[in-house]
């Protein structure tokens, strides 16, 4: 493997006594930030991107974000009929295709237009989609994919500079039936493996505002196969749009993916979100980052951001960002009061391909009596608000399982892990929690989950707090 230097600071919660161990309840927390460095302003080159924006065109879709339809707004051109579908490869994994539709419509007068924002899903979804994409070069590759019940090809491998194909391609896209969510996932996840070249980040991007009813629907075998794709080089990001999809699926995806996930509650999420995705796309160093953290002095070592583990029991991470710090809040419980040094193993690919891999050993400082014990108040705020995140995915648990008043009893006492946190961290903490429950309170149950389980997403991805 070889190495790279990347910026790291720890931070341990407390001092420890010496002599003493600490117990279950006095566990040491430490907090591990790496930041990559920012990108020079004055430089221009970025690594090139093959996307897929794979779209829902569902009926749904044609409505506004708040239900309203919008019928036969949008503009449209007649589609080709392409081939018999068939078992195609990704990345060595074979996935059952549904039969695509290759869109070869005339170039409209207004290619070169953004139209105005409509309230339709879809073409705030469009809109959302081309501002993204005027920000693309001649070196990136852009496929865009729709889907409802059957999946259609709307256009492959073009050249982000070539803005008359795409904006024609978004264009032409019309809303539709059913939900065939993995069939267009499948169709547009292809498009990226199929023009992988060494040197480019390679992602597809699903919008959907609803839940997978035609095809596959399990989320188990749906992340399953994205993962196995992710581990070959294609990651996935998800959008969910609205307040009737799948957050448990989308979450799932992005997860699987080595990607992102955004809940698009109104119209201004739109933009802000794709903004947020392409913005880092052109700043992703680090990709399949994975950390072991070990320490034969400790017990109970985990991760308060809950990351899901690899088949080798690592850590999954978020990829690292040039300029953007990712945060990890280690809990750990020392056998004895000279417990020594945690070991914190980073693995991941650089812009390269490349494998890098580094290691630091971290050791808590001792004090003579508890007395003399110095709290750090940045690592306080840290796992306080990893504890939150928690009892929000804890509530919406109880909350699956029909328990309404446990739910909010849960995001009551979330509250407590905020008695030690600063005052702007615990304001914003309680502000949540407060609106989580008033909500809860009037029963607007599908809109709490959402809400409850992005924001632990966002602060458990170590990206935000």
Avoid at 120 to 139: C, M, R, T, V, Y
Avoid at 241 to 260: C, K, M, P
Avoid at 417 to 445: I, K, P, Q, R, Y
Wanted: with cysteine; aromatic share 6%; charged share 20%.
């Amino acid at each position: 493997m070889s190495q790279s230097s990347l910026p790291f600071v720890s931070h341990w919660s407390q001092q420890l006594v010496q002599g003493k161990k600490s117990g279950p309840k006095h566990a040491l927390e430490l907090l591990a930030r790496w930041t990559p460095p920012a990108r020079e302003k004055s430089s221009k080159k970025r690594r090139p991107v093959n996307l897929s924006l794979i779209i829902d065109r569902s009926g749904s879709m044609t409505e506004s974000i708040n239900g309203r339809s919008f019928g036969g707004h949008h503009r449209a051109s007649p589609a080709i009929f392409g081939g018999p579908a068939m078992a195609q490869p990704m990345g060595g994994i074979t996935f059952p295709l549904p039969k695509p539709i290759i869109a070869q419509p005339t170039l409209p007068p207004h290619v070169s237009q953004i139209h105005e924002p409509s309230q339709s899903k879809l073409d705030l979804a469009k809109d959302a989609a081309w501002s993204a994409i005027q920000n693309l070069g001649a070196e990136d590759i852009v496929s865009i994919v729709s889907f409802d019940d059957s999946v259609r090809v709307v256009c492959q491998g073009v050249k982000g500079s070539d803005r008359a194909t795409l904006r024609q391609a978004l264009d032409s896209i019309v809303g539709g039936g059913s939900t065939a969510l993995f069939d267009g996932w499948c169709e547009g996840a292809r498009c990226v493996a199929n023009a992988m070249a060494d040197g480019y980040l390679n992602r597809a991007l699903l919008l959907t505002d609803g839940q997978a009813n035609v095809g596959e629907r399990s989320q188990d075998k749906i992340c399953q196969r994205v993962a196995q794709l992710a581990d070959t080089g294609v990651s996935t990001s998800a959008f969910g749009v609205g307040l009737d999809y799948n957050e448990d699926l989308l979450q799932g995806i992005a997860l699987s993916g080595d990607g992102n996930y955004y809940h698009i509650k109104g119209s201004d999420d739109f933009l802000s979100l794709f903004s947020d995705e392409f913005e880092g796309l052109a700043n992703v160093v680090g990709r399949q980052v994975r950390l072991m953290v070990e320490g034969e002095g400790w017990r109970d070592i985990k991760a308060l951001n809950d990351f899901p583990l690899d088949a080798a029991g690592q850590m999954k991470l978020p990829n690292l960002m040039a300029g953007r710090a990712l945060e990890v809040v280690i809990e750990a419980v020392a056998k004895t009061g000279a417990p020594g040094a945690l070991t914190l193993t980073l693995g991941y690919l650089d812009e390269k391909g490349a494998a890098q891999k580094q290691a630091w050993s971290q050791e808590p400082a001792t004090v003579e009596k508890k007395s003399m014990i110095v709290m750090n108040q940045d690592v306080v705020d840290a796992a306080a608000a990893q504890r939150v995140a928690q009892q929000k995915k804890l509530a919406m648990d109880a909350l699956d399982r029909g328990d309404m008043a446990l739910a909010g009893q849960t995001l009551f006492a979330a509250r407590s892990f905020m008695a030690n946190a600063s005052g702007a961290v615990a304001a914003s903490a309680t502000s949540s929690l407060e609106a989580l429950e008033s909500a809860l309170e009037a029963g607007d149950t599908v809109s709490v989950r959402k809400s409850a389980l992005y924001e632990s997403y966002n602060t458990r991805s170590g990206k935000s707090r």
